[in-house]
């Protein structure tokens, strides 16, 4: 167990909708970071958060967006959904300064 | 951009020792990260490479030569729970963002 949580394990939903994942990091850890891993495209680096602040972004659709609250617990926005969407989703946190990320147990989504 | 290439899939029997090699293209090179991860489950870290040369941990070294561009993960004793997928990923930029790529398959076997 990592200390990471995730809600929830498993979505389904129909294409055109939109969909919140949740993440809580670890305890003290400032930084969270989300990922998606599909079977064409493997483990993608999407976005990162700082204490609240966008700190990189990497392949993220417009159609996505994240945020991270005040508490550290961050969300992950995904709307107009596409069948290419589906996909394990993880997030994944990390103390300020360090380099090892510890990951969630991920979120499944299916879009039918 | 950045190019990650590792074999698709290994296997080795129990006991025995494993070689998984990377090889990486990518500028503003900062250091390389191995992580597992098996089937439907999150990535767990195993190490982290900045310096030249190999650096052990257990049952498990990983070993970087910045020059070649150039990585390896070396598994020994291994056991049945060591099937995995083994990630390789670069970081660069002045992040620790790791970049990864697809994997190596690993199917250990009695």
């Known amino acids: 167990d990592s200390g990471v949580t995730q809600t929830p394990k498993h979505l389904i939903t129909a294409t055109g909708q939109r969909v919140t994942l949740r993440c809580s990091p670890r305890s003290g850890d400032l930084s969270v970071y989300w990922y998606q891993q599909s079977l064409d495209q493997g483990l993608q680096f999407l976005i990162q958060y700082y204490n609240g602040e966008e700190r990189a972004k990497g392949n993220i659709l417009e159609r996505f967006s994240a945020q991270q609250f005040p508490d550290l617990h961050s969300e992950l926005n995904l709307s107009s959904l596409e069948l290419g969407d589906s996909a394990l989703y993880f997030c994944?946190?990390?103390?300020?300064?360090?380099?090892?990320?510890?990951f969630g147990p991920g979120t499944r989504l299916t879009v039918t | 951009g950045q190019n990650i290439d590792q074999p698709t899939e290994m296997t080795a029997t129990e006991g025995a020792i494993v070689q998984i090699n990377c090889t990486y293209q990518?500028?503003?090179?900062?250091?390389l990260f191995w992580y597992q991860q098996h089937a439907g489950e999150a990535p767990t870290f195993l190490s982290y490479n900045v310096l030249d040369g190999l650096e052990e941990k257990g049952r498990f070294s990983s070993f970087l030569s910045r020059s070649k561009g150039y990585s390896y993960l070396l598994l020994k004793e291994l056991q049945m729970k060591d099937s995995a997928s083994y990630l390789c990923?670069?970081?660069?930029?002045?992040?620790?963002?790791?970049?990864f790529g697809r994997g190596t398959s690993l199917i250990v076997h009695p």
């Open positions: 994944a946190s990390s103390r300020a300064g360090d380099y090892e990320q510890y």
């Open positions: 990923a670069p970081a660069s930029g002045g992040s620790y963002i790791p970049t």
């Open positions: 990518t500028s503003g090179f900062n250091g």
